[in-house]
């Protein structure tokens, strides 16, 4: 290794002295990568449709070249994928995400957990199914439910939102207690 130029050495005086550690720029300003990344990262949770590099860069509030260096990057993670090459747009990547809470779920919960919140989110669907009549929210007229109801348009999305939130929760509870390793991502559920 070679000798740092004597300009930039410390005298046998300085040397001397112990460094002011106060003065020193804290760790947390100096390591402020994390902020950038989880900008970012929010970014890319909030995009609905294809966007480009730039647009990402305005949802996180910094520049474009961060932004292809951190889009790269969940790309190689696969939190995101690349619709087009030129101009590059990414989508968020709904079935990593997925993933992601299945993991949670399992290091945070037990079985005996995890099949408790199933009984309750199982029951609450048959609830809905009961309250509309169909056999899945997707199968319900909001307009038509809230004039034969008497209720406003508002009220029956908001319930046929939560039915799918409901239906969104079992598939992610079934699969968190699939005991399979390895693909249990990608396996799918009949809800």
């Known amino acids: 290794m070679d000798e740092p130029n004597s300009e930039l050495t410390a005298s046998a005086e300085e040397r001397?002295?112990?460094?002011?550690?106060?003065?020193?720029?804290?760790t947390a300003e100096v390591v402020h990568g994390d902020r950038t990344r989880d900008d970012?990262?929010?970014?890319?949770?909030?995009?609905d449709s294809p966007a480009?590099?730039?647009d990402v860069a305005e949802y996180a509030g910094h520049g474009v070249d961060a932004a292809r260096e951190y889009l790269e990057?969940?790309?190689?993670?696969?939190?995101?994928?690349?619709?087009?090459?030129?101009?590059?747009?990414?989508e968020r990547n709904?079935?990593?995400?997925?993933w992601r809470r299945v993991q949670r779920l399992r290091d945070r919960h037990t079985?005996?957990?995890?099949?408790?919140?199933?009984?309750?989110?199982?029951e609450r669907?048959?609830?809905?199914?009961?309250?509309?009549k169909v056999d899945s929210p997707n199968a319900v007229s909001i307009a038509a439910r809230a004039s034969e109801t008497g209720r406003s348009v508002e009220e029956v999305w908001e319930d046929v939102s939560a039915w799918k939130t409901t239906r969104r929760r079992i598939s992610l509870l079934e699969r968190?207690?699939?005991?399979?390793?390895?693909?249990?991502?990608t396996e799918r559920t009949a809800v």
């Open 176 to 185: 968190a207690l699939t005991t399979d390793s390895g693909d249990s991502a």
């Open 94 to 98: 709904q079935e990593y995400l997925n």
């Open 40 to 47: 970012f990262f929010d970014a890319v949770l909030g995009l």
């Open 111 to 122: 079985t005996d957990e995890l099949l408790d919140y199933l009984a309750a989110e199982t």
């Open 52 to 54: 480009t590099v730039g």
């Open 16 to 26: 001397a002295e112990s460094p002011e550690f106060d003065s020193l720029t804290p």
């Open 125 to 132: 669907d048959e609830e809905y199914g009961e309250m509309f």
């Open 73 to 90: 990057w969940f790309h190689r993670m696969g939190i995101v994928t690349r619709v087009t090459e030129s101009p590059a747009t990414y």
